[in-house]
């Protein structure tokens, strides 16, 4: 396309961004113009797509980071062919493919959720690792920002991430519109500010008019002639560009324009322009779904080993047999035991440092090329990433995160190193699977699972050493369990997972002695939960203990209530927890201190039997 060829094709994704928003009689139009011309020359000239095809190898890669913008994503939609005029005017409509903030659950073409600001970037840097060292098929990742999420602190996770790893296949494009939501932004139109933030990270980046076309493109040009660094286009713009009455003006943020029908006018007009996007390149994928027979490693009856020790192992063996498995770590990998795969499967390993919201967005973005990602960092540590999570599962990512590191059993390190609320946490995420296994065996079988569950999935391992309970051909199926005690005597149940199953089998065993018989329950599928084992164990015994190295809110004991949500009578329920602020000891102080050790466990079901006599 020629210049006026290209800025006519701004003014209509103008104009398809004003009518989108004034037809759901809400919506972003002013942010969506400011980037139209970008978005223009970006689909006319630099953009490899096939729109026929989302799932081509060779195909570049769109993120819109500022999703609040998608009237300018589902106009330049329409523009390509790939939505008609009539489903663009169903923005925002119940049941409409076009959502406020886009999301690749109807749209193929849309690569992850956005509207989190501070997201599209960090996802854009995983995307572009699997492009560069893993898939190797030259295409290009572009991301669309805005000028205000570069305030958050992900952005520059993702910066540093992306200059670390020399990503030349990665264009990040600033809209610098000046205005956020309630007012200017931070650094306003200086755009020589953010030059010198993406420079320090080792970006090359290029200062522009936003609305010059020619400048634009060749802005465009420099970037993919750039080797050896990603670059940031900085584009200066106006919010609500081509408008007199709302161009540069504040407090239309999020709004449809005053009089979209003038403003329409003004801009010339509804057109429609059609254009083809270039061809992608020809690309093959490089990574197999599957390698090889999958040899998991084993261990003996009683044998001590930590399951964050079993995670490593297990993973090695599955990253073995698998070559689209790739594994993640946020530079605690000797004591996630990621390192282990590391050894094995170098080619396949990402380090990203202390910067766990880059350590998450990046398993998205693999995932999102159709890798299968393990991200692992101390289950404390994840409470920081835990948007980039909500985000994943809106997206449908299917990602595997491990919590090392969780509960008060980890001893003197003191509570800033203690995941006591990471299952409450993944338990809440929509659509998640939360498993809390108690040995090496049942760790490996349960992390060679995780790799074919959909969405967001969580393990939770543990620093310590515990005995091996469990054989070789034990099997662990996502929402079972398993009754590790059991006879027509027992008086309640004691329901545990993880470090607490070794002290409930001690305090039952302990119990025994005394004539008082319980039930054990290793809960270890926290979500889905086991309902059948649950309900059935409280028709038979009357009552449940539950008893987890956890706050008591939102762990297994909600869990375990789960089961009893379907109006039938809820049995009684005892559960012991972590309910104090811990300090530094040992893990068996720190166990005793908060009550769910064998002791506190077999005190808190001699109290139970004894009230039920006196009853």
Not at 166 to 183: A, C, S
Not at 201 to 224: K, M, P, Q, S
Not at 300 to 311: C, K, P, Q, S
Request: aromatic share 6%; with cysteine.
């Amino acid at each position: 396309m020629k210049s006026a060829e290209l800025a006519d094709l701004g003014q209509q994704l103008r104009v398809d961004s004003v009518r989108a928003a004034d037809a759901a009689g809400s919506g972003h139009p002013t942010s969506s113009m400011s980037a139209a011309d970008l978005m223009a020359v970006l689909l006319a000239h630099h953009f490899r797509y096939d729109f026929d095809r989302p799932a081509h190898p060779g195909n570049d890669r769109f993120i819109l980071s500022k999703g609040h913008a998608s009237p300018l994503l589902y106009a330049a939609y329409k523009a390509v062919g790939a939505i008609d005029d009539e489903e663009l005017l169903t923005f925002r409509e119940r049941g409409s493919r076009l959502e406020g903030h886009p999301t690749p659950r109807q749209l193929p073409w849309v690569e992850t959720a956005t509207g989190s600001l501070g997201q599209g970037l960090p996802v854009g840097v995983g995307i572009a690792l699997a492009g560069q060292r893993l898939e190797r098929s030259g295409y290009r990742v572009w991301v669309l920002c805005g000028d205000s999420e570069l305030a958050e602190g992900s952005v520059w996770e993702a910066a540093e991430h992306a200059g670390h790893e020399h990503l030349d296949n990665l264009t990040v494009i600033v809209d610098v519109n000046r205005l956020g939501q309630r007012g200017p932004t931070r650094h306003g139109h200086d755009l020589d500010a953010y030059a010198r933030r993406f420079q320090a990270f080792g970006w090359h980046t290029v200062e522009v008019d936003g609305h010059d076309v020619d400048a634009v493109d060749r802005a465009y040009g420099e970037a993919l002639s750039t080797t050896g660094q990603p670059t940031a286009i900085l584009a200066r713009t106006l919010k609500g560009k081509g408008v007199e009455a709302d161009q540069d003006r504040e407090g239309l943020h999020g709004k449809p324009l005053p009089d979209a029908d003038e403003a329409i006018a003004e801009l010339g007009g509804p057109r429609d322009l059609r254009i083809e996007v270039h061809e992608p390149l020809a690309a093959r994928v490089l990574h197999a779904v599957r390698a090889g027979h999958l040899d998991l490693p084993t261990w003996d009856l009683g044998e001590e080993t930590a399951t964050r020790d079993a995670y490593g192992h297990a993973l090695t063996a599955l990253g073995t047999a698998r070559g689209d498995v790739v594994a993640l770590d946020g530079e605690v990998g000797d004591s996630t035991r990621a390192e282990l795969f590391a050894k094995e499967h170098p080619e396949r390993y990402f380090e990203c440092y202390i910067a766990e919201q880059q350590l998450v967005a990046a398993a998205v973005g693999l995932a999102a090329r159709g890798f299968v990602p393990y991200a692992a960092t101390f289950a404390a540590f994840l409470t920081r990433a835990y948007d980039f999570v909500r985000m994943a599962s809106i997206s449908g990512a299917g990602i595997n995160l491990v919590g090392s590191h969780a509960g008060v059993a980890i001893g003197q390190d003191g509570p800033s190193q203690m995941g006591l609320e990471d299952l409450a946490m993944m338990r809440a995420v929509h659509g998640s699977t939360v498993l809390y296994p108690c040995d090496a065996q049942q760790t490996a079988r349960l992390v060679a699972a995780m790799a074919d569950l959909d969405g967001v999935r969580y393990l939770r391992t543990s620093r310590g050493e515990s005995p091996v309970i469990y054989g070789p051909d034990e099997e662990f199926p996502v929402g079972g369990s398993k009754v590790l005690r059991s006879s027509d005597d027992d008086r309640l149940t004691v329901v545990a997972a993880g470090v607490t199953v070794h002290e409930a089998l001690a305090a039952a065993d302990a119990l025994a002695r005394d004539g008082i018989h319980v039930r054990v329950v290793d809960l270890y599928s926290v979500k889905p939960v086991d309902r059948h084992t649950l309900r059935r164990a409280a028709e038979e015994t009357g009552a449940l203990v539950t008893v987890e190295d956890h706050h008591e809110e939102g762990g297994l004991g909600d869990a375990v209530l789960d089961a009893f949500t379907d109006g039938r009578p809820v049995p009684r329920l005892v559960r012991l927890a972590v309910r104090t602020m811990p300090g530094s000891a040992s893990p068996e102080e720190q166990l005793h201190a908060a009550g769910i050790d064998a002791e506190g466990v077999a005190a808190a079901v001699k109290l139970l039997v004894e009230e039920a006599i006196v009853r």
